[in-house]
Structure formats: structure tokens, C-alpha cells
């Protein structure tokens, strides 16, 4: 009897369980789809994915040319050594078996096409994948992307060849095409005011930085104490962990209704606009210095200034914070002073070219942190002034789709991180360090006054950045639906007017003519 009840309280105790824990799961699965909890914590994964993206680019930057060494392979060579008699004559010579390393006279340009091919098959991948971001939405190909990058990372880890190590770096670019341009598409599609989408794109650049800045020492670390695998396997769970938060945010599977969908303008056509080319070009100058020193430095401080290992390990970290610094600025100015972001653009190109140009009158390491930190807080000007302006141009002269335009945006990145490793040593050999600097910053400060190109455009911000009309020909995307309902529902609730604003003048003059009331 004893038995019976005691059964009976564990099975009733279990059931009880099961029901507050079911509960509480659909409580928190409900807070979670509310829709400004909801875009925060998509917000997070975005951050998440962009970090995780630019840690795999840079972890190997201190793991593979070491790794490399260890797995070319062995040749058995026999050594001629004199036997000598007790008197120190030479009686007769032996031959002893040594394992000598083949040469690889390859091994540079082999380590540079690894470190390209994520890049190089980001390039390769946006232009599809901005579309196909365009016509199913951003939360699956955000899916695919981080699927994507943990099969990778994991293949990375357990990669022994070249040849694997070197697919399982173009798969990663693969799934970075998918991650990053959805991630960012997502953030400006769900932040539509032009204060709010500039502060949420800032806290993802800053992630970006992070990422980039602390993912050499972190791979060194972990690959001396712990081996090759385990910085792999720890970011292959980041992007477990990553898709399974969005999984339980969103259901990206479900039936939706893709005729209500707006549709997107084609790549091609966003990329002869003049305005997303020159805010294109700028994003690939301004990261031209960036792609072209961190494979090169290096040896410039070994021979230049004879730095230690910790110094080339750690050349980059202290530029994490003046990056910090740069996309808070922008975001503040940006929010007080929305139509001066082409100058904040061109200011930051002018301190990248200035940068770029004293780094090699550096002769110590202290001296050197100087022109990389302005140059990093260049990069945080940029950025931050210029990948808003890219969603606000579709907005004003497309349909408000964000897939193709960001993907135009991984595109110019993807060119400047392609062309360093393979060109940068090549460019270094033949005409100098010295040279390739100048060169850098020369191009950075000339191509500053082509964003006075934008200026009209940024004129537009301050009436148009909320949007807080009805337009008169009707919803261009998926904000402006959702304003009309709301404003359609207030007017027969409240007996609310809305004025009336003509779009033409947007699209053929750049100009804004006030309607009246």
C-alpha cells in the first residue's frame, strides 16, 4: 500500500512538473514573440552571428601558418658523417637515415589563398544570395548561414589536408554570404526609424570589431595550450547555440503568405544607382588598409622594429576600443544631426588616408598603436555613417527590401578581404611597405569628396526618416504597409487626418515638396 501511494505521489509530482514547466515554456516562447522583445533579441542573435563570422576570418591568422609546417611531408634522406681513428685520422665514413621536411616553396601563396578563399566565396555568393534573401525573407537564410558555418568550422577542425582545410574556408564564406547579409538586412528591417537603425547597425559593428580584434589571440592561445581543433569546436558551438536561439524566437518554417510579400528591386539594378555605388566604393576603400595590413605587418615589425611575438599577437587589440569610441560618436551625431552622415564618411576616409600614410614612420610599437587606432576609429566613421544610408536609399528610390542592398555591402567588403592576402605580400615585394601605405592613403583621401555625391540625399532625413505620412500612391514596402494600417485604423478610431507627401520629386530631383494638408 505503502509502495502504491508513494508511486502515486511521484506520478502526480511528475505531472505537475511537467505542467508548470510547459507552462512556463509557453509564457516565455509568447514574451519572446512580442514584437519589440522580439527584434531586441534577434538584435542579439545578429550581433551574435556577425561576431562569430568575423572571429572564424581572423582566428587563423596565428594557427595556420604554424599548422601548415606541421602536416607537409617527410622525406627519408641518409647524412654522410666521418669516423675518426685513435689518432684522429679519418678511417671511414657511415651514413646515417634522417627525416627531413619537403620543401615547400609554395607555402606563401598557399597560406594566402586559404586566408582569401572565405572572402573570395563571399564574393562570389552575395549576388544570389541577396536575392534569394529578397524573396523568402531573412530569417532563413540567417537558418542557412549559421547551419552552414558550424558544419564548416566543424570540418575545419577536424580537417588534416590542405585541400579540406581549404573547403571547409570556402564553405565558411558560403555561410557567411547567407548570415551576414540577412543579419544586417534583418536589423535595418526591423529598426525602420533612422535614429534606431543607426544605433542597432553601431551595436553590430562594434561586435564586428570585437570579433576581428580578439579572435588572433584567442586562436593563438587556445591552439598552444589546447591544439588546433578547440577554437573551432568553441565557435561551432557558438553557432549551435546561436541557430538555436533563433529557432525558438521565430518559425521560420511555417506557412506564410509569400503574394503579400513586396518584392524586392534585382541586385543589378541597385548596383548602377549611383548613390549605393559610391556609399559601395567607400565601404571597399575605407577597409583596403585594414585587408592589406593585417597580413603584412607583421614581418614589417620583425624587421623594422625586431617586435616580440606578444607585440605582432596583440598589434591589433588596443584599435578595439578607438573603434568603440568612433561608432558611439557616429550614432550620437547621427541622431542630433541626421543629414550630415555623408560628412561623417568622408571625415572618416580622410583619418584612414592620414593613418595609413604614417604607419610606416613608426619605429617602436607604442608608436605604431597611434596610426592604427585613428585608423580603426576611421573605419567606426564610416561604417556607422554609411551602412544606414544604404538601407534609407532603398527606402527613398526602391522598395523597402534590404536583401540585395546588403548583400552589395558584403560585397564591397569581401573585395577589399580577397585582394589583401593574395596581393598585399606581392605589392610589399616589389615596391615596399612604405610605398603600399601611401598608396592606401592616397586612394582613402581622394576618394573622400565623392561622398559630397550624397548630400542631397542626406538632406532628405530629417522630414523623411520616420516617415510619419500616408503616401499618396501607396505602400512601397513592408514599413510603409504597416504605417498606413496603423494610420488607416487611427483615422476611423479617432476621425485622424494625415497629409499627403508626392514621392516623385524623391525619385527624379532628390528634392522634398511639402503637400498640403
Not at 566604393?281 to 607583421?298: D, Q, R, V
Not at 588616408?353 to 592604427?372: D, H, K, M, W, Y
Amino acid at each position: 500500500m505503502a509502495a502504491k501511494m508513494t508511486i502515486g505521489l511521484v506520478k502526480s509530482a511528475v505531472v505537475t512538473f511537467s505542467d508548470v514547466v510547459g507552462e512556463r515554456s509557453n509564457q516565455i516562447s509568447r514574451a519572446m514573440r512580442e514584437p519589440q522583445r522580439q527584434r531586441k533579441i534577434l538584435l542579439v542573435i545578429v550581433c551574435i552571428a556577425m561576431l562569430l563570422d568575423n572571429m572564424l576570418y581572423m582566428v587563423i591568422v596565428p594557427i595556420i601558418p604554424n599548422y601548415l609546417e606541421t602536416i607537409r611531408t617527410y622525406k627519408l634522406v641518409y647524412v654522410t658523417s666521418p669516423s675518426n681513428g685513435t689518432n684522429g685520422s679519418l678511417l671511414n665514413s657511415t651514413q646515417r637515415p634522417v627525416l627531413e621536411r619537403n620543401p615547400n616553396a609554395n607555402e606563401d601563396i598557399q597560406i594566402g589563398v586559404l586566408f582569401a578563399s572565405k572572402a573570395i566565396l563571399q564574393l562570389l555568393s552575395n549576388p544570389l544570395t541577396g536575392t534569394f534573401i529578397d524573396r523568402v525573407g531573412y530569417d532563413i537564410p540567417l537558418l542557412i548561414g549559421l547551419t552552414i558555418m558550424f558544419f564548416s568550422t566543424l570540418t575545419f577542425a577536424f580537417g588534416e589536408s590542405y585541400a579540406m582545410l581549404f573547403i571547409a574556408r570556402s564553405m565558411q564564406g558560403l555561410g557567411s554570404a547567407f548570415a551576414d547579409t540577412s543579419g544586417i538586412a534583418m536589423i535595418a528591417d526591423k529598426y525602420t526609424e533612422e535614429s534606431e537603425r543607426s544605433t542597432a547597425l553601431g551595436i553590430a559593428l562594434a561586435f564586428i570589431s570585437f570579433g576581428s580584434l580578439v579572435a588572433p589571440p584567442f586562436g593563438g592561445i587556445l591552439y598552444q595550450f589546447a591544439g588546433k581543433r578547440v577554437p573551432f569546436l568553441v565557435l561551432s558551438l557558438v553557432s549551435l547555440l546561436d541557430g538555436i536561439l533563433l529557432l525558438m524566437v521565430i518559425t521560420p518554417f511555417t506557412n506564410r503568405t509569400r503574394q503579400n510579400m513586396p518584392q524586392g528591386t534585382p541586385i543589378y539594378k541597385l548596383m548602377i544607382d549611383p548613390y549605393i555605388a559610391v556609399v559601395a566604393g567607400a565601404l571597399t576603400t575605407c577597409n583596403i588598409p585594414l585587408a592589406f595590413l593585417e597580413p603584412t605587418i607583421s614581418k614589417w615589425m620583425k624587421k623594422t622594429m625586431n617586435a616580440s611575438e606578444w607585440q605582432m599577437g596583440l598589434t591589433w587589440l588596443p584599435a578595439f576600443f578607438p573603434h568603440i569610441l568612433g561608432v558611439y560618436i557616429t550614432v550620437k551625431l547621427a541622431a542630433k544631426y541626421p543629414n550630415y552622415q555623408w560628412f561623417y564618411g568622408a571625415l572618416g576616409l580622410v583619418i584612414i588616408g592620414a593613418s595609413s600614410c604614417t604607419v610606416p614612420a613608426c619605429r617602436n610599437f607604442e608608436e605604431l598603436i597611434i596610426p592604427l587606432c585613428a585608423l580603426c576609429f576611421g573605419i567606426a566613421l564610416v561604417d556607422t555613417a554609411l551602412l544606414p544610408t544604404l538601407a534609407f536609399l532603398v527606402d527613398m528610390r526602391y522598395v523597402s527590401v534590404y536583401g540585395s542592398v546588403y548583400a552589395i555591402a558584403d560585397i564591397s567588403y569581401s573585395v577589399a578581404y580577397a585582394l589583401g592576402p593574395i596581393l598585399a605580400g606581392q605589392i610589399v615585394h616589389t615596391l615596399g611597405f612604405v610605398q603600399l601605405n601611401l598608396g592606401m592613403g592616397l586612394v582613402n583621401i581622394l576618394y573622400a569628396p565623392t561622398l559630397l555625391f550624397l548630400r542631397n540625399v542626406c538632406q532628405m532625413k530629417p522630414s523623411l526618416s520616420e516617415r510619419n505620412v500616408l503616401l499618396e500612391e501607396g505602400p512601397r514596402g513592408l514599413y510603409d504597409t504597416i504605417i498606413m494600417e496603423e494610420r488607416k485604423a487611427a483615422k476611423k478610431t479617432h476621425g485622424s487626418s494625415a497629409g499627403n507627401l508626392s514621392m516623385s520629386a524623391v525619385l527624379d530631383n532628390s528634392d522634398i515638396e511639402d503637400a498640403s494638408e
